[in-house]
């Protein structure tokens, strides 16, 4: 069951981008999980890890920083792409350090994520 439809966590504090997001990834095959905070999608990792997350860097008291901080720190596998409106020097590096597997800008282009999601998800399916 796990295995035909890849389930994606979406963290993003704004409702319309979880939206659009949710849109584009249900019409591609995948399962998508909506969490608007950081401490939701944490706390969500202790029943269930998704097979990727799509997460935004700047959301209010835990932030997607923290985020990447807390999965390292539990040792959890689990690929990310950040998505971010707010590109920074040393911003890439720094969530490339603490794991994040692909950095992409706002707005996202559809290929683009869907080729980052590919790269992403294709080292869990290689260990299946």
Avoid: Q, W
């Amino acid at each position: 069951m796990h295995a035909s439809k890849p389930m994606l966590a979406v963290l993003d504090d704004e409702p319309d981008m979880r939206k659009a997001l949710r849109r584009l990834l249900t019409g591609r095959g995948f399962g998508v999980e909506e969490y608007a905070r950081g401490s939701d999608l944490l706390g969500a990792l202790d029943s269930r890890v998704p097979d990727c997350l799509l997460l935004d860097l700047h959301m209010e008291a835990v932030n997607g920083f923290d985020v990447l901080e807390g999965i390292r720190s539990r040792r959890i596998i689990l690929p990310v792409i950040v998505i971010t409106a707010h590109d920074e020097p040393g911003t890439a590096e720094r969530v490339r350090a603490l794991g994040a597997s692909a950095y992409l800008r706002k707005p996202v282009e559809r290929e683009v994520l869907l080729a980052a999601l590919d790269a992403a998800l294709a080292p869990a399916h290689a260990k299946h």
